[in-house]
C-alpha cells in the first residue's frame, strides 16, 4: 500500500506540470499565428438624401372606370291568348328554358268554332251579293218602265193640247176634254210611282251594302281570330315560363308563355358621381347637340363605348357593349349612386380577353352567351378634357402626398387622385402643384422634411469612389496574419523539427 500511495503522489506532478505545458503551448501557438489584419476606411457619408425619382407623365389614355354589374333581359315579353279555347297542340319547344326563333309555332288552340264562324259570315257575304243583283235587276226593270212611262207621258200631253185647241175651236165636248186630261194624269202618276219605286229600291241596296260591309268587317275579325288560334314566338328568345299544358283550358286574356329577348341583352350597374361627372365632361368634349337642345341634353346619358368582362375556366371573356342610359330617373336611395343600363347587341359574341392561369390541361370552352343573373365587370373608358398627370404607385405617400426634387431639396405636394390601381395612380394636374415632369421620389423616406437636401441616386452613383485595392506586405504586420509566403516557410521549418524530435 505505501508503495503504490509514493507512486500516486510522484505521478500528480508530472500530469500537472503537462497541463501546463499543453496551455502554455497553445496560448504560444494563438500569439504566433496571430489575428487577422482587416484594411479599413470610413463610410462614404453624403452630405444629404440619396433618393431614387421618376418622371411625372402625361396621362392622355382617359380614366379606366370598372364596376361590377349583373346581365339581365334587354326584352321580356308575356304571351296572352288573344282567343280562348281548348289547346289543341303543345309545341315541344314551348317549355321552361327552350330556344325559339321568331315565327315558331307554339301552341294551337282548337280552330274548329272559328273556322265555322268564317265560314258563316262568308255565306252570309254571298247572299247580300245575291241579293244586291237582285236588286239591280229591279233598278233596270224600273228604269225601262220608267222611260216608258215618260214617252207616254209626253203623248198624252201632246194629246191634251190638241184637244184643247179642239175644244176652243167649239169643235169638241167638253167630255173629250176631261178625257184628255185624265188620261195625262194618269200617265204622269204611273212616272211619279215608278221613280218612287226606284228609290226605295236604292235605299234598300244601301242597306244591303252596309250589310255586306259589316259581314265583310265581321269575317275579317272571324279570320284574325282563326289565326289567333295558333301562338307563334313574336322573337328569337328563350321561353322562361309556361303556364298550359295540352288538352287544357285557355281563357282570353290569361298569360300563357313569357318569352325572354336572347338576341339583345342589358348590363345594370351603378356609378359615382364623379365618374358620372368624367361621362359628363366627355360628352360635352364631343361638341353634340345644340343650344336650342338644352332640355333634351339635360337628361340626355353621355353614351359611351364599355367592355363587360367575365371570368370562367381561368380565361377572361369579354363582349363590346355601350352604356347608353340610365336605368331610371335618379339617384339610388341606399347606395347614393346612379344606376346605369350597358346595351350589348351580340351576346353570343364573345371573345378571350386574357388569361387569369395558366390551364394547359383544361381546354378553353367560350360560354356560348351572356346569361341573365351573371356578375360581370364593366369597364368604361372616359376621356374629358382636362389635364391628368401618371405616376407610379410607390411614389404615392399617406394622405394623398408625394414629394418632389427640386433645385436639390425635397418639396412636399399634395395631389388630387382620379383614380389607381395596382402599378400607376392617376392625378388632376394643378397649377401650383404637380406638374408633368416633376421629379417624384419613388424611393423610401425614413423622416422627410421641406428642404431637405437631395441627391438623385443616378448622380450619387456617378460621384462614389471606387473602392482601392488590398496589397499585402511580405510579412506579417503586428498582431496581424502572416502571408501565404512567410506561412509555407514556418510550414517548412516545422518538418525537420517534429523528425528532429521522433
Not at 45 to 56: F, G
Not at 206 to 227: D, Q, V
Not at 252 to 265: E, K, M, P
Request: hydrophobic content about 35%; glycine content about 6%; proline content about 5%.
Amino acid at each position: 500500500m505505501n508503495d503504490s500511495s509514493t507512486e500516486n503522489g510522484a505521478t500528480s506532478p508530472i500530469r500537472f506540470v503537462l497541463s501546463l505545458a499543453i496551455l502554455g503551448a497553445g496560448i504560444a501557438a494563438f500569439f504566433w499565428m496571430g489575428t487577422p489584419h482587416v484594411e479599413t476606411r470610413e463610410p462614404d457619408r453624403p452630405d444629404a438624401a440619396v433618393v431614387e425619382t421618376s418622371l411625372a407623365a402625361k396621362h392622355t389614355e382617359g380614366i379606366d372606370i370598372v364596376v361590377d354589374g349583373s346581365v339581365v333581359p334587354f326584352k321580356q315579353i308575356q304571351i296572352a291568348a288573344q282567343v280562348s279555347g281548348r289547346v289543341q297542340t303543345k309545341s315541344p319547344q314551348c317549355r321552361t328554358g327552350k330556344a325559339v326563333r321568331e315565327g315558331d309555332l307554339l301552341i294551337r288552340i282548337d280552330p274548329k268554332d272559328y273556322e265555322l264562324e268564317a265560314k258563316r259570315l262568308k255565306e252570309e257575304l254571298t247572299q247580300a251579293d245575291a241579293m244586291l243583283n237582285e236588286l239591280q235587276t229591279e233598278v233596270d226593270t224600273i228604269d225601262n218602265q220608267i222611260a216608258s212611262a215618260k214617252k207616254q207621258l209626253e203623248l198624252d200631253e201632246r194629246q191634251l193640247k190638241r184637244t184643247t185647241e179642239i175644244f176652243d175651236r167649239r169643235a169638241a165636248s167638253e167630255t173629250e176634254l176631261d178625257t184628255s186630261r185624265r188620261t195625262a194624269l194618269g200617265s204622269r202618276s204611273n212616272l211619279q210611282t215608278l221613280q218612287d219605286q226606284k228609290s226605295q229600291i236604292n235605299q234598300r241596296r244601301i242597306r244591303l251594302e252596309s250589310a255586306k260591309a259589316l259581314g265583310a268587317t265581321n269575317l275579317e275579325k272571324a279570320n284574325l281570330a282563326l289565326s289567333r288560334t295558333e301562338i307563334r314566338s313574336p322573337i328569337d328568345g328563350v321561353v322562361v315560363s309556361e303556364s298550359v299544358e295540352q288538352d287544357g283550358y285557355i281563357q282570353t286574356g290569361n298569360t300563357v308563355i313569357v318569352l325572354q329577348d336572347s338576341s339583345r341583352l342589358d348590363v345594370t350597374c351603378q356609378l359615382h358621381m364623379q365618374q358620372m361627372h368624367w361621362l359628363w365632361q366627355s360628352k360635352s368634349d364631343d361638341g353634340s347637340g345644340s343650344e336650342d337642345d338644352t332640355q333634351s341634353l339635360a337628361t340626355a346619358f353621355p353614351a359611351t363605348s364599355a367592355n363587360v368582362t367575365y371570368e370562367m375556366g381561368g380565361k377572361v371573356y369579354a363582349w363590346d357593349g355601350l352604356i347608353d342610359r340610365y336605368d331610371g330617373a335618379g339617384i339610388d336611395d341606399q347606395t347614393r349612386m346612379v344606376p346605369c343600363r350597358v346595351h350589348i347587341d351580340s351576346p353570343t359574341s364573345a371573345r378571350v380577353q386574357s388569361d387569369v392561369a395558366s390551364r394547359t390541361d383544361v381546354a378553353a370552352v367560350r360560354p356560348p352567351t351572356l346569361m341573365t343573373g351573371m356578375f360581370v365587370k364593366v369597364h368604361v373608358r372616359a376621356k374629358p378634357p382636362i389635364p391628368l398627370v401618371r405616376l407610379p404607385q410607390r411614389a404615392l405617400q399617406p394622405g394623398n402626398v408625394v414629394w418632389t426634387v427640386v433645385d436639390g431639396s425635397l418639396v412636399r405636394k399634395e395631389i388630387d387622385v382620379a383614380t389607381s390601381d395596382a402599378e400607376y395612380v392617376v392625378a388632376y394636374e394643378q397649377p401650383g402643384g404637380l406638374q408633368v415632369g416633376d421629379q417624384i421620389v419613388v424611393s423610401p423616406l425614413a423622416s422627410p422634411n421641406e428642404g431637405m437636401k437631395a441627391t438623385l441616386l443616378a448622380d450619387f452613383e456617378k460621384q462614389k469612389p471606387k473602392p482601392a485595392k488590398n496589397r499585402r506586405a511580405g510579412g506579417p504586420a503586428k498582431g496581424g496574419r502572416p502571408d501565404a509566403d512567410s506561412s509555407k516557410e514556418r510550414e517548412g521549418r516545422a518538418v525537420p523539427k517534429e523528425d528532429t524530435a521522433s
